[in-house]
């Protein structure tokens, strides 16, 4: 059997001399599936860049790459790895929003990718996107259905190797399964798949090889069933047992009743175009101290629901309050509270300027929110979020997605919100990470009254820790708090 990827000892080391990855060896065989799991920053998706030739300036490489029948590659040597995209290796990226032209359209960027005419129709159309998907420019679509151009971008190159890097990260659940579905289809066909991945389910559903990675290095790794079946060490172990601790029910919280809701919507409805209904009548109401979920369908309306409560968009009819005074009517009620109604957003790259360092962007709030000191309340937060001080010298390019999300949230909490929109909060997370961090979201709901929209479709994980649930569907005109079975995890 030939192998589509090898990797000898691969080190990664940034400005400093740091190890970020130190001496992994991996090998892909082709027709096979290799997946990489381990903790947020712990080094994943930097061994993806390697592979490409895409670390980011300021970071080096050293051991050897082979990609399938070329000659071995030293790891610095970034332009021949480059060579490689297409005819040996194609990439499924972990963020969307900075892989694709926000303002040219889908077709034009996967014919670009090398797909002809007639193979990006059958790309859509084989991820269960709509025909005019292709027409449609990339600003315009959902995370999640950014996410699947992307998959049917990749598996429709034909590329030897396929590296996905979370490539379930924003779809829902039964999109996910169809991911999984994709992979072991690509890998049956013959081709490399190399997977990395946050998400238990499709670790316990792909077979193949499983290399569990802490602190940039390999602390597990065997054939995926015997690892599942009986992980050898302690972090392996937490990895794959953690999840979000389930709350008891528990009554209206010792707030004032007859305080106004934090944020409500009356007969709430919104479409792009004539006949084409996100959702209608929406009615819904959020006060202190409550947790409310959100869920649906990749591409149904939850985070342009969460802009219209936001006052980032005007609804197509009803009106959205906060504090009971209606938004659209009194324009001061924006200007006063602004700053306490925040979102924690789906892509956290999106809040920070990617050529500065995020220490920097953080230190200037204090122009936001009068009586801010950044030196002062941020360490308890860095800590209470275990985010690495360090990491404040760097640009969010140059972190991993779960650290920015991460900061993200730091940022958010320095300006002490009265209500968070968070728009799937954990998807760049691994487990034990995700498990913290909502456990950091929650204690704020109940100490200090914050009100939290969680919007997210991992139905488990909102079942776990949300008060009500709405579940969104491109059928249903009214939606309603969810009722029935949750889908389980595999």
Known sequence: M?????????????????LLVDSIS????????????????GGKSLIADAILGLLAPGLSASGTITLGGLAPCAAADRSSLRRAWRSQV????????????PI???????????LSPAAIGQALASVDLAPDTGARHAFTLSGGMAQRVLVATALGVGAPLLVADEPTKGLDDARVHHVIAWLRRAAASGRAVLVITHDRRVARALDGSLTVLKAGQVVEQGPTAAVLASPRTVYARQWLEAAPTRRDPRPMPAWDASEAPLLSASGLSFGWSAGRALFQNLTLSLSRGRILGVTGPSGVGKSTLGNLLLGLMRPTAGDVCWQGRPLGRDQAVVRHLRQRYQKLHQDPGSVFAPDQPVGRQLVRLARVRPGLDPALALPPLLDQLKVKPDLLQRGVTDISGGE????????LLLLDPAVIIADEPTSRLDPITQRDLLAVLTDLVDRQGLSLMLIGHDQSLLRAITDDVIALSASDSDPAPESGPFIPSI
């Not at 991996?26 to 920053?41: F, N, Y």
């Not at 040219?104 to 090398?114: C, I, K, Y």
């Open 90 to 101: 194609m990439v499924i990226p972990q963020e969307p929003a900075r892989a694709l032209d």
């Open 26 to 41: 991996l090998t892909v065989p082709t027709g096979s599936i290799a997946t990489l799991v381990g903790e947020t920053g």
């Open 404 to 411: 920015a999300q991460r900061l993200a949230l730091a940022r």
């Open 104 to 114: 040219m359209r889908v077709e034009r960027q996967m014919a670009l990718a090398g």
């Open 2 to 18: 030939t192998n589509a990827l090898c990797l000898d000892t691969l080190t990664i080391a940034d400005a400093g001399g740091r």
